[in-house]
């Protein structure tokens, strides 16, 4: 006769298996992502295309590590109810997790952070956000640590304030990172006019900076929460939540950069139609109109063609 499970028993066992799909879904999309990536974005660089593949690289250690928890539960740890559910506490498979998450945000966080540095110039602004980068690493890696060292895998007193730390100060990171894009691009905004190419490029800009950063941010904070609670007292909706999230958490991250980039192609596209709009408008009330506006834009140039140049395509051996 089987052993009836308790509900805490059930969210743990459930957790693993919804986290394992929803990384496998992830893997997917991030797949047709990096495809994508590949055959449209050959010009880049070669630090961008290290980047990329080294997403690549994690996000597939990441799909790897889902499926050994998997395997173990289902199959070596079979009707061992006992043991599959203490899977994350005495197996080494899950420990791998924290350091994987952490390196993944890092590296996505440095990548929108040149980007930051492309449109704002703001040294002060962007040292703050690399070092929130930096603590957040650093913090993780004191999280791994902590969960190697500690056999009992003892949440309250051990790991569990790391991690926090850990989530917490990447959440921050993630917030200044894209309220400090968002407003950079809002003020160049007004300082070009309010139809043409620029603007249609700074419009796409911002919808994709948020698009792209809204998941992941929603996904760490649910994380934070989660480990918070269960730092105090273990519960089955904290288990469940801080499992999964933690879980795809890092393939978020990746997806969130391979969607700005692949994006490129897109508002480029917008801003070429843009561009064809002005131009039969133009034409249409007179063609002494459309010298004029020619002649003025030679001799002064657009003073966001740089910000555009480093947003869309980066400067020569960058990565943005």
């Not at 996000?59 to 590590?65: A, H, I, S």
């Not at 061992?80 to 350091?99: F, M, Q, Y």
């Not at 002494?288 to 051996?317: C, F, I």
Request: hydrophobic share 50%; charged share 10%; aromatic share 8%.
């Amino acid at each position: 006769m089987p052993v009836p499970q308790t509900v805490m028993q059930t969210c743990i066992l459930g957790a693993w298996d919804l986290s394992v799909c929803l990384c496998l879904f992830l893997q997917g999309v991030l797949c047709a992502q990096f495809a994508n990536y590949m055959t449209l974005n050959k010009r880049d660089s070669v630090w961008m295309k290290l980047f990329v593949a080294g997403l690549a690289l994690l996000t597939t250690l990441k799909t790897l590590q889902s499926l050994i928890i998997m395997w173990v539960q289902n199959v070596t740890m079979f009707g061992d109810l006992e043991a599959g559910v203490n899977i994350w506490t005495t197996h080494w498979v899950w420990k791998g997790a924290v350091i994987l998450e952490a390196t993944t945000a890092f590296c996505v966080q440095m990548f929108f952070g040149h980007r930051l540095w492309a449109i704002s110039r703001n040294a002060y602004l962007v040292i703050t956000c690399v070092a929130l980068f930096l603590g957040g690493l650093v913090s993780g890696v004191v999280g791994i640590i902590a969960i190697l060292t500690d056999p009992l895998g003892d949440s309250a007193t051990g790991w569990g304030p790391w991690v926090g730390a850990h989530l917490g100060v990447v959440l921050c990171g993630d917030l200044l990172l894209t309220g400090s894009t968002i407003f950079c691009l809002l003020r160049h905004s007004h300082k070009c006019l309010g139809r043409g190419p620029t603007t249609t490029i700074l419009r796409s800009l911002r919808r994709v900076t948020l698009q792209s950063a809204a998941p992941a941010a929603l996904c760490a904070l649910i994380n934070f929460i989660a480990v918070m609670k269960l730092t105090a007292t273990w519960t089955p909706a904290p288990v469940l939540l801080d499992f999964t999230a933690n879980m795809v958490l890092p393939q978020l991250y990746a997806w969130s950069a391979m969607w700005t980039l692949n994006s490129r192609e897109e508002i480029c596209m917008d801003a070429g139609n843009s561009a064809c709009t002005i131009h039969l408008m133009g034409t249409s009330t007179g063609s002494s109109n459309s010298e004029t506006s020619r002649h003025q834009h030679q001799d002064h140039p657009d003073p966001l063609a740089k910000v555009q140049r480093d947003q869309l395509d980066g400067p020569p051996g960058s990565m943005a």
